[in-house]
């Protein structure tokens, strides 16, 4: 067992015992001996009969034991002659049945870097516009974007006099920092390419009738004989846009592209597209490959980013830590929060500001993993890394767990209301992933931030409980945890 949190592995029994709703937490000297004589059977229950929380549980009532009626109710357990020859124990789903306690192995493992985009958007409002539209010569979209070293930027904003071109960088994306770790700033317009997406046969630039001004609708002309996203000979970016990056405080960027073609070998405009801030290389296509199929085509031969946008958003996903996990088990679905209510007084927000899951593992009797899987002493786990725990649950109870979202100012990770289903509906336990039953939620104590970097955010904040109040302060989902965790449970007892 990794419960090397001294603290919650004492609590352990009467965690248990209160989570059972009974009472019975003498050990008598009955309890004690049948237990020793479980343990010598030897056989495949006896070590989850071996343990006293276990024992305590199934039989009640110790007084009740020595006169044998408390388990007149277990009837396996009932036939004191098969219990003296062993045989009633080799019958181990039928001490299964009225035992009903199974040790979970939990694993909570941090995947939050898996991800290579980390955070992505679209620019679509031209300047001195009030609404989205078409980038004329002269105008410029903006984008807010944050970055950290190691992070590059890509792009994409379709050349609209053409069938299937579209200005972005290369395979690399654009470093926003150099090798020293300063930001970059100033005009990027010589790492941009005009590209071919490789979907739609090219016409005469500015001319032809399935081009975007002209076409009948969108994703009309024929098939481009060339498959591949290939860069345009004669038509260097920086001659159609030219394209700033403006670094401010905390990692913030200002990417700012104007339409510079008005006096270039052809005049076009530009169309809303999409950024994305990204660990390795472009995820927006690859040079020489088909376009990948999340929705270049729409951006390069109508001028709509939406596809790629939505396609970009749900696999961006911000590398973080964890923190140390507080768990609790019961028949009343997850006691930890209450979605739709205020955090209150319960440590919620110690958690979900902080990553202290003290005080909310006192209010609910909960126990607590606090060493990460890869470490000796407590703390975060940061990707690659995660909790693990082993936890005896009785049939019919589900697990509930939070954990923070360390790079936020009060997300944390939980499943729903219901907690998490270790038994399945004819009540034997489940093996496997249940991460599906988990969520991101905020927990409404502290205003957002963008992730990673907000001031007020744990890694950064001046001290604990750091921050403006939350203007929405009810506990609610911000997502999937899919991407962020991978959770396991494992019958192991
Ligand atoms: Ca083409
Ligand atoms: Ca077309
Ligand atoms: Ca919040
Ligand atoms: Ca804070």
């Given at each position: 067992m990794r419960l090397t949190h001294g603290l919650a592995a004492a609590a352990a029994i009467p965690v248990l015992l209160a989570a059972c709703g009974d009472s019975a937490t003498d050990s008598t000297p009955a309890q004690g001996s049948d237990t020793s004589a479980m343990v010598d059977q030897s056989t495949p229950t006896s070590e989850a009969m071996a343990d006293n929380a276990t024992t305590d549980e199934a039989m009640a009532d110790g007084e009740a034991m020595d006169d044998g009626e408390a388990m007149a109710d277990g009837e396996a357990m009932a036939d004191g002659e098969a219990m003296d020859d062993g045989e009633a124990m080799d019958e181990g789903d039928a001490m299964g049945d009225d035992m009903a306690t199974v040790k979970f192995k939990v694993t909570i493992s941090n995947i939050s870097a898996s991800h290579p985009v980390h955070r992505s958007g679209v620019f679509a409002v031209p300047s001195g516009s009030d609404g989205p539209g078409p980038l004329l010569p002269g105008a410029s979209y903006e984008a807010t974007i944050y970055g950290a070293p190691g992070e590059s930027l890509s792009f994409a904003t379709m050349f609209v006099q053409s069938n299937d071109w579209f200005v972005a960088p290369g395979m690399a994306g654009i470093p926003l920092y150099d090798a020293d770790g300063n930001p970059v700033s100033g005009d990027i317009s010589d790492m941009l390419y005009v590209w071919d997406a490789g979907t739609e046969a090219d016409q005469p630039v500015g001319q032809g009738a399935d081009q975007a001004p002209r076409q009948a609708g969108p994703n009309t002309g024929d098939p481009d004989p060339d498959n591949t996203v290939r860069m345009v000979d004669g038509y260097p970016a920086g001659e159609f846009v030219s394209v700033t990056l403006t670094p401010g405080e905390g990692g913030e960027f200002t990417l700012t592209i104007t339409n510079v073609s008005d006096n270039a070998m052809q005049s076009t405009p530009f169309a809303p597209g999409v950024w994305a801030v990204h660990a390795g290389e472009n995820p927006l296509f690859v040079p020489g490959m088909p376009d990948p199929g999340h929705g270049l085509e729409n951006l390069a031969e109508d001028g709509d980013p939406s596809v790629l946008a939505a396609w970009l958003e749900e696999n961006s996903g911000t590398p973080t830590p964890?923190?140390?996990?507080?768990?609790?088990?019961?028949?009343?679905?997850?006691?930890?929060?209450?979605?739709?209510?205020?955090?209150?007084?319960?440590?919620?927000?110690?958690?979900?500001?902080?990553?202290?899951?003290?005080?909310?593992?006192?209010?609910?009797?909960?126990?607590?993993?606090?060493?990460?899987?890869?470490?000796?002493?407590?703390?975060?786990?940061?990707?690659g890394s995660g909790y693990e725990f082993e936890v005896e649950i009785p049939e019919g109870h589900t697990l509930s767990f939070a954990s923070m979202f360390v790079q936020s100012n009060d997300w944390f990770l939980s499943p729903g209301a219901d907690g998490i289903a270790v038994f399945d509906s004819d009540g034997k336990p489940v093996s496997g992933d249940v991460t599906d039953q988990v969520f991101v939620w905020d927990a409404g104590t502290e205003e957002d931030q963008v992730p990673g970097f907000g001031p007020d955010q744990a890694p950064r904040q001046a001290a604990p409980n750091t921050g403006n109040p939350d203007p929405d302060n009810e506990v609610r989902e911000i997502g999937s945890a899919e991407g962020v965790i991978e959770v396991t449970v494992t019958p192991v007892g």
């Open positions: 964890l923190a140390p996990v507080v768990y609790v088990w019961g028949d009343q679905g997850n006691p930890l929060f209450t979605e739709g209510e205020p955090a209150g007084d319960t440590g919620l927000e110690n958690l979900a500001e902080d990553g202290d899951p003290s005080v909310l593992a006192g209010t609910v009797d909960g126990e607590v993993q606090a060493v990460p899987v890869d470490g000796s002493d407590p703390g975060p786990a940061f990707p």
